[in-house]
Structures are given as structure tokens and as C-alpha cells.
């Protein structure tokens, strides 16, 4: 099978999108504003390192909370998790730069907290 036969894929920015929209349509109620900043958080986090190259094979990250501004980063990989390690500043930057303007995002990341163990694929972000 080719490079050009390749089953269409949901991209990981996608899923994020995917995951916003959930948040927006199933989370009315009191939480429902942090569901939706947590959400946009997350999205952020997805773009900003799949633009990097940070997303690539199995090594994966994902933002799963943001507590006092310390976004909990879990990773694939011991190696990937030094490399986010060394560029934390900067991806918090661009991060809350890609939340800068959007609807519902109200967290601000200032460090982030790194954990490797198992990302979760395939569910809600």
C-alpha cells in the first residue's frame, strides 16, 4: 500500500476541534465554562505541537488540566518529555497565544508540569 492509498484520518487537531464542540453541546450547566477553557487548553496544546513536530509516531503528549496556571503535560516517551522540558517557556507561549481571542478560553498556562505514562488516543481530549 502507498504512501497516496492511505486511509483517511481524523487529524489530531481535528479530534481537538472535535473535542471543543463536545464540550460546548455537552457541558451546559455550572462547570460548563471550565469545560469549555480546559477544552480550548487542550486544543491549543494539540496545534501548537503538532506544529513543532512534537506529535510524531508514538510519541505523543497531551494536556489533561491546568491547575493555577501549572498545565499537567502527560507524554509517550522519556525523551519526548525531555524535549518539552527544554522548550516549556516557549510552548506555554504559543499555547496561550493560540488562546488569545478564542471563545470560553480563560487559562493561562505560566509552567508546565510533565508526566510520562500513557496518553489516551482515540477519546475525548
Known amino acids: 500500500m502507498g504512501a497516496g492509498d492511505r486511509p483517511s484520518r481524523p ?3 481535528e ?3 472535535s473535542a471543543v464542540q463536545r464540550a460546548l453541546l455537552t457541558c451546559i450547566g455550572p462547570d460548563a465554562a471550565e469545560q469549555i477553557a480546559l477544552a480550548q487548553a487542550r486544543l491549543a496544546w494539540q496545534e501548537v505541537t503538532d506544529e513543532a513536530g512534537l506529535s510524531r509516531g508514538q510519541m505523543r503528549s497531551r494536556l489533561t488540566r491546568v491547575t493555577n496556571g501549572a498545565a499537567r503535560i502527560e507524554v509517550t516517551d522519556a525523551m519526548l518529555a525531555g524535549e518539552l522540558r527544554l522548550r516549556a ?3 506555554a507561549w504559543a499555547a496561550n497565544r493560540r488562546m488569545q481571542d478564542r471563545p470560553g478560553a480563560s487559562l493561562r498556562i505560566t509552567s508546565l508540569t510533565i508526566v510520562v505514562g500513557r496518553v489516551e488516543r482515540g477519546g475525548s481530549l
Open 11 to 13: 487529524s489530531s487537531v
Open 15 to 17: 479530534e481537538a476541534a
Open 89 to 91: 517557556d516557549a510552548l
